[in-house]
T-cell receptor, first 115, second 112 residues
Protein backbone atom coordinates (compact mmCIF):
# COMPACT_ATOMS: atom_id res chain seq x y z
CA UNK A 1 0.00 0.00 0.00
CA UNK A 2 2.99 2.31 0.31
CA UNK A 3 2.23 5.81 1.52
CA UNK A 4 -1.38 5.88 0.37
CA UNK A 5 -4.15 5.50 2.92
CA UNK A 6 -7.86 5.18 2.37
CA UNK A 7 -10.62 5.38 4.92
CA UNK A 8 -12.87 3.89 5.94
CA UNK A 9 -12.12 0.30 4.91
CA UNK A 10 -15.82 -0.55 4.87
CA UNK A 11 -18.69 1.90 4.38
CA UNK A 12 -22.41 1.38 4.37
CA UNK A 13 -24.77 3.88 2.84
CA UNK A 14 -28.51 4.21 2.80
CA UNK A 15 -30.16 5.05 -0.45
CA UNK A 16 -30.35 8.80 -1.02
CA UNK A 17 -27.30 9.59 1.11
CA UNK A 18 -24.07 11.18 0.00
CA UNK A 19 -20.88 9.65 1.37
CA UNK A 20 -17.26 10.78 1.17
CA UNK A 21 -14.30 8.44 0.82
CA UNK A 22 -10.93 9.66 2.02
CA UNK A 23 -7.61 9.26 0.21
CA UNK A 24 -4.32 10.62 1.56
CA UNK A 25 -0.78 10.18 0.25
CA UNK A 26 2.57 11.17 1.75
CA UNK A 27 4.63 10.34 -1.34
CA UNK A 28 4.70 13.93 -2.61
CA UNK A 29 3.02 12.75 -5.81
CA UNK A 30 1.49 15.30 -8.16
CA UNK A 31 -1.23 13.11 -9.62
CA UNK A 32 -4.05 11.23 -7.89
CA UNK A 33 -6.76 8.97 -9.25
CA UNK A 34 -10.01 7.29 -8.23
CA UNK A 35 -11.07 3.95 -9.68
CA UNK A 36 -14.09 1.76 -9.24
CA UNK A 37 -13.83 -2.05 -9.28
CA UNK A 38 -16.84 -4.34 -9.55
CA UNK A 39 -16.63 -8.05 -8.66
CA UNK A 40 -14.49 -10.03 -11.07
CA UNK A 41 -13.77 -7.00 -13.20
CA UNK A 42 -10.98 -4.59 -13.92
CA UNK A 43 -10.59 -0.99 -12.83
CA UNK A 44 -12.55 1.89 -14.30
CA UNK A 45 -11.43 5.50 -13.90
CA UNK A 46 -13.82 7.86 -12.11
CA UNK A 47 -11.82 11.08 -11.70
CA UNK A 48 -8.21 12.13 -11.78
CA UNK A 49 -6.17 15.13 -10.74
CA UNK A 50 -2.79 15.99 -12.21
CA UNK A 51 -2.16 19.02 -10.02
CA UNK A 52 -3.62 20.77 -6.99
CA UNK A 53 -6.88 22.65 -7.60
CA UNK A 54 -7.49 20.87 -10.89
CA UNK A 55 -9.25 17.61 -11.73
CA UNK A 56 -10.78 15.90 -14.74
CA UNK A 57 -13.59 13.43 -15.32
CA UNK A 58 -12.69 9.86 -16.12
CA UNK A 59 -14.76 7.25 -17.92
CA UNK A 60 -17.52 6.91 -15.30
CA UNK A 61 -17.75 10.27 -13.48
CA UNK A 62 -21.54 10.55 -13.36
CA UNK A 63 -22.82 10.53 -9.78
CA UNK A 64 -19.41 11.27 -8.26
CA UNK A 65 -17.57 14.45 -7.25
CA UNK A 66 -14.03 15.23 -6.08
CA UNK A 67 -11.88 18.04 -4.79
CA UNK A 68 -8.12 18.61 -4.72
CA UNK A 69 -7.45 21.44 -2.30
CA UNK A 70 -4.22 19.91 -0.99
CA UNK A 71 -1.53 17.94 -2.79
CA UNK A 72 -1.77 15.03 -0.37
CA UNK A 73 -5.56 14.68 -0.33
CA UNK A 74 -8.13 13.68 -2.97
CA UNK A 75 -11.53 12.87 -1.41
CA UNK A 76 -14.29 11.25 -3.45
CA UNK A 77 -17.98 11.91 -2.79
CA UNK A 78 -20.47 9.33 -3.96
CA UNK A 79 -23.72 11.23 -4.42
CA UNK A 80 -27.30 10.01 -4.39
CA UNK A 81 -27.25 10.46 -8.20
CA UNK A 82 -25.01 7.39 -8.50
CA UNK A 83 -27.56 4.66 -9.11
CA UNK A 84 -25.38 1.64 -8.46
CA UNK A 85 -22.66 2.69 -6.02
CA UNK A 86 -21.94 -0.68 -4.39
CA UNK A 87 -18.34 -1.44 -5.38
CA UNK A 88 -14.72 -1.47 -4.28
CA UNK A 89 -13.15 1.99 -4.61
CA UNK A 90 -9.43 2.40 -5.16
CA UNK A 91 -7.33 5.51 -4.94
CA UNK A 92 -3.94 5.78 -6.64
CA UNK A 93 -1.18 8.32 -7.04
CA UNK A 94 1.81 8.83 -9.31
CA UNK A 95 4.79 11.15 -9.53
CA UNK A 96 3.81 12.74 -12.79
CA UNK A 97 0.56 14.06 -14.05
CA UNK A 98 0.75 15.61 -17.47
CA UNK A 99 4.52 15.72 -17.47
CA UNK A 100 5.31 12.11 -18.27
CA UNK A 101 4.56 8.49 -17.50
CA UNK A 102 5.13 6.78 -14.22
CA UNK A 103 3.76 3.98 -12.11
CA UNK A 104 0.50 4.44 -10.29
CA UNK A 105 0.55 3.16 -6.72
CA UNK A 106 -2.66 2.10 -5.06
CA UNK A 107 -4.19 2.42 -1.63
CA UNK A 108 -5.89 -0.47 0.20
CA UNK A 109 -9.37 0.39 -1.03
CA UNK A 110 -12.78 1.17 0.46
CA UNK A 111 -15.66 -1.24 0.04
CA UNK A 112 -18.93 0.66 -0.22
CA UNK A 113 -22.24 -1.11 0.21
CA UNK A 114 -25.64 0.46 -0.29
CA UNK A 115 -28.28 -0.86 2.09
CA UNK B 1 -9.60 4.43 -25.09
CA UNK B 2 -8.55 1.18 -26.68
CA UNK B 3 -8.74 -1.94 -24.62
CA UNK B 4 -6.22 -4.15 -22.93
CA UNK B 5 -7.31 -7.75 -22.60
CA UNK B 6 -6.14 -11.06 -21.21
CA UNK B 7 -6.21 -14.45 -22.95
CA UNK B 8 -6.92 -16.61 -19.89
CA UNK B 9 -9.22 -15.64 -17.06
CA UNK B 10 -7.96 -18.40 -14.71
CA UNK B 11 -4.60 -20.13 -14.55
CA UNK B 12 -3.93 -23.07 -12.24
CA UNK B 13 -0.34 -24.18 -11.66
CA UNK B 14 1.52 -26.53 -9.37
CA UNK B 15 3.70 -25.06 -6.66
CA UNK B 16 7.25 -24.80 -7.93
CA UNK B 17 6.29 -24.61 -11.59
CA UNK B 18 6.71 -21.50 -13.70
CA UNK B 19 3.64 -19.41 -14.55
CA UNK B 20 2.98 -17.37 -17.65
CA UNK B 21 0.19 -14.81 -17.75
CA UNK B 22 -0.58 -13.20 -21.08
CA UNK B 23 -2.05 -9.87 -22.11
CA UNK B 24 -2.96 -8.42 -25.50
CA UNK B 25 -3.09 -4.71 -26.06
CA UNK B 26 -4.58 -2.89 -29.01
CA UNK B 27 -3.14 0.62 -28.83
CA UNK B 28 0.08 0.60 -30.84
CA UNK B 29 0.93 4.05 -29.49
CA UNK B 30 1.11 2.84 -25.87
CA UNK B 31 4.61 3.29 -24.53
CA UNK B 32 4.45 2.07 -20.95
CA UNK B 33 3.08 -1.13 -19.45
CA UNK B 34 2.63 -2.31 -15.88
CA UNK B 35 1.75 -5.58 -14.19
CA UNK B 36 -0.14 -5.49 -10.91
CA UNK B 37 -0.99 -8.22 -8.41
CA UNK B 38 -4.23 -7.95 -6.43
CA UNK B 39 -5.03 -10.16 -3.48
CA UNK B 40 -8.60 -10.54 -2.32
CA UNK B 41 -9.93 -7.40 -0.64
CA UNK B 42 -6.73 -5.42 -1.18
CA UNK B 43 -5.50 -2.77 -3.55
CA UNK B 44 -3.38 -3.68 -6.60
CA UNK B 45 0.31 -4.03 -5.87
CA UNK B 46 2.94 -2.99 -8.41
CA UNK B 47 5.01 -5.94 -9.66
CA UNK B 48 7.02 -4.80 -12.64
CA UNK B 49 6.87 -2.35 -15.52
CA UNK B 50 8.36 -2.02 -18.98
CA UNK B 51 8.67 0.76 -21.50
CA UNK B 52 8.19 0.31 -25.22
CA UNK B 53 11.89 0.72 -25.99
CA UNK B 54 12.56 -2.58 -24.22
CA UNK B 55 11.63 -6.19 -25.04
CA UNK B 56 12.34 -7.77 -21.68
CA UNK B 57 12.75 -6.76 -18.09
CA UNK B 58 13.53 -8.92 -15.10
CA UNK B 59 12.76 -8.54 -11.44
CA UNK B 60 12.90 -10.89 -8.51
CA UNK B 61 11.34 -14.15 -9.80
CA UNK B 62 9.36 -12.18 -12.40
CA UNK B 63 10.05 -11.33 -16.02
CA UNK B 64 7.97 -9.18 -18.33
CA UNK B 65 8.21 -9.67 -22.08
CA UNK B 66 6.93 -7.16 -24.61
CA UNK B 67 6.32 -8.06 -28.25
CA UNK B 68 5.37 -4.89 -30.03
CA UNK B 69 4.97 -6.62 -33.38
CA UNK B 70 1.94 -8.57 -32.18
CA UNK B 71 1.05 -6.21 -29.33
CA UNK B 72 1.49 -8.83 -26.65
CA UNK B 73 2.68 -8.61 -23.08
CA UNK B 74 3.45 -11.49 -20.75
CA UNK B 75 4.37 -11.95 -17.11
CA UNK B 76 6.49 -14.93 -16.18
CA UNK B 77 6.72 -16.00 -12.54
CA UNK B 78 9.48 -18.46 -11.73
CA UNK B 79 9.04 -21.19 -9.10
CA UNK B 80 5.47 -20.18 -8.33
CA UNK B 81 4.60 -20.16 -4.64
CA UNK B 82 1.24 -20.28 -2.80
CA UNK B 83 1.71 -16.60 -1.96
CA UNK B 84 1.59 -15.82 -5.67
CA UNK B 85 -2.09 -16.77 -5.77
CA UNK B 86 -3.94 -13.60 -6.74
CA UNK B 87 -5.48 -11.76 -9.67
CA UNK B 88 -2.95 -10.24 -12.04
CA UNK B 89 -3.73 -7.16 -14.15
CA UNK B 90 -1.84 -5.65 -17.00
CA UNK B 91 -2.18 -1.95 -17.72
CA UNK B 92 -1.05 0.25 -20.58
CA UNK B 93 -0.40 3.94 -20.71
CA UNK B 94 -2.54 5.76 -23.22
CA UNK B 95 -3.31 9.27 -24.33
CA UNK B 96 -1.97 12.46 -22.83
CA UNK B 97 -0.67 12.40 -19.33
CA UNK B 98 -0.17 9.42 -17.07
CA UNK B 99 -3.40 7.55 -17.82
CA UNK B 100 -3.73 3.80 -17.67
CA UNK B 101 -6.14 1.31 -19.24
CA UNK B 102 -6.52 -1.92 -17.30
CA UNK B 103 -7.25 -5.39 -18.54
CA UNK B 104 -9.90 -7.57 -16.95
CA UNK B 105 -7.44 -9.64 -14.91
CA UNK B 106 -6.27 -13.27 -14.70
CA UNK B 107 -6.70 -15.31 -11.55
CA UNK B 108 -3.63 -17.38 -10.70
CA UNK B 109 -4.25 -20.38 -8.46
CA UNK B 110 -1.25 -22.25 -7.05
CA UNK B 111 -1.82 -25.86 -6.04
CA UNK B 112 0.36 -27.20 -3.20
Amino acid sequence: DGGITQSPKYLFRKEGQNVTLSCEQNLNHDAMYWYRQDPGQGLRLIYYSQIVNDFQKGDIAEGYSVSREKKESFPLTVTSAQKNPTAFYLCASSSYGAGGTDTQYFGPGTRLTVL
Amino acid sequence: GESVGLHLPTLSVQEGDNSIINCAYSNSASDYFIWYKQESGKGPQFIIDIRSNMDKRQGQRVTVLLNKTVKHLSLQIAATQPGDSAVYFCAENYGAGNMLTFGGGTRLMVKP
